[in-house]
């Protein structure tokens, strides 16, 4: 039986068979020649004219050159003075701080602000925040601030933000 199935698969595929052939009669393989190398032509490497990368006038930009290592700006805060302070609302960050209400005692605007569990009230001139922030006014709807921070050169700049109102917990207005 089996003799009888290889005889009469055997011719099944000779027109394909043939078809291949005819096709491929013509087909050589060919491999594009190789670049030519260049030889290796060493470049000097001279720096007796060129700048010092690592110097620190060129690590520095222009407007600290001149003046000195830690001179930080006419913005650089006290740090003695916020040790002395000793707030409890300059050890968290702004974004941990809710303005919940607002009070107004003798004729001086109040914020009441929620930290963690706890709640403090601030009022103008009174220090908030990681960045130095201090309280410059408080309305009805939110506490503006004037923090200082340090950019990648070093030098103390001012930046306003601001707190504002938290009508139900985790929105704001």
């Not at 004219?49 to 520095?60: H, L, W």
């Not at 209400?101 to 601030?122: F, S």
């Amino acid at each position: 039986m089996s003799l009888l199935l290889a005889a009469c698969a055997g011719g099944e595929h000779d027109d394909l068979r043939l078809w291949m052939e005819e096709n491929s009669r013509d087909l050589r393989g060919r491999v594009d020649p190789l670049p030519e190398v260049k030889p290796y032509e060493p470049i000097p490497y001279e720096v007796a004219d060129q700048v010092d990368p690592f110097q620190s006038s060129k690590i520095e930009p222009t407007s600290r050159r001149g003046q000195g290592a830690g001179n930080a700006g006419q913005f650089q805060p006290d740090f003695e003075a916020r040790d002395l302070r000793n707030s409890v609302l300059e050890k968290y960050p702004l974004e941990s701080l809710t303005m919940i209400g607002r009070l107004v005692v003798n004729n001086q605007p109040l914020a009441v602000i929620k930290y963690e569990d706890n709640v403090r009230q601030v009022k103008v001139g009174d220090y908030i925040g990681l960045d130095f922030g201090m309280v410059t006014q408080v309305t009805e709807n939110e506490v503006k601030l004037r923090e200082l921070i340090q950019d990648s050169a070093g030098e103390w700049t001012e930046r306003q933000s601001s707190l504002h109102l938290q009508t139900t917990e985790g929105s704001s207005q």
